[in-house]
Nanobody, 122 residues
Framework: VQLQASGGGLVQAGGSLRLSCAAS????????MGWFRQAPEKEREFVGA??????YYGDSVKGRFTLSRDNSGSTIHLQMNNLKPDDTAVYYC??????????????????WGQGTQVTVSS
């Protein structure tokens, strides 16, 4: 299984970025796929995930970030709008046969991508 994240970069506060995660060896039909982020000296934080066609979001990104899937079954996207400096982090794509109670937990995922840096300047 491989997860390849892309789309990070530097953006000003209020701007937008779109992250993509291309998976091989898993699809969102068989696995939960999602995003976490980790800022320096902070724990990895749940951003969003898709399970059985239902989308889940972390509280800090609700209303600003939108998760979507493409028809290939193996790529998900994270549209991030109205970005804030607090959104600065390395964003990781993750996948696993995750049960619902673990969907917001790092331990619920078996596979991780390499991460992509998102930096939001004030």
């Amino acid at each position: 299984v491989q997860l390849q994240a892309s789309g990070g970069g530097l953006v000003q506060a209020g701007g937008s970025l779109r992250l993509s995660c291309a998976a091989s060896g898993v699809t969102f039909r068989s696995h939960v796929m999602g995003w976490f982020r980790q800022a320096p000296e902070k724990e990895r934080e749940f951003v969003g995930a898709t399970k059985n066609g239902i989308l889940y979001y972390g509280d800090s990104v609700k209303g600003r970030f939108t998760l979507s899937r493409d028809n290939s079954g193996s790529t998900i996207h994270l549209q991030m709008n109205n970005l804030k400096p607090d959104d600065t982090a390395v964003y990781y794509c993750a996948a696993g046969r995750t049960i619902l109670s673990q969907i917001r937990s790092v331990s619920g995922y078996s596979y991780w991508g390499q991460g992509t840096q998102v930096t939001v300047s004030s």
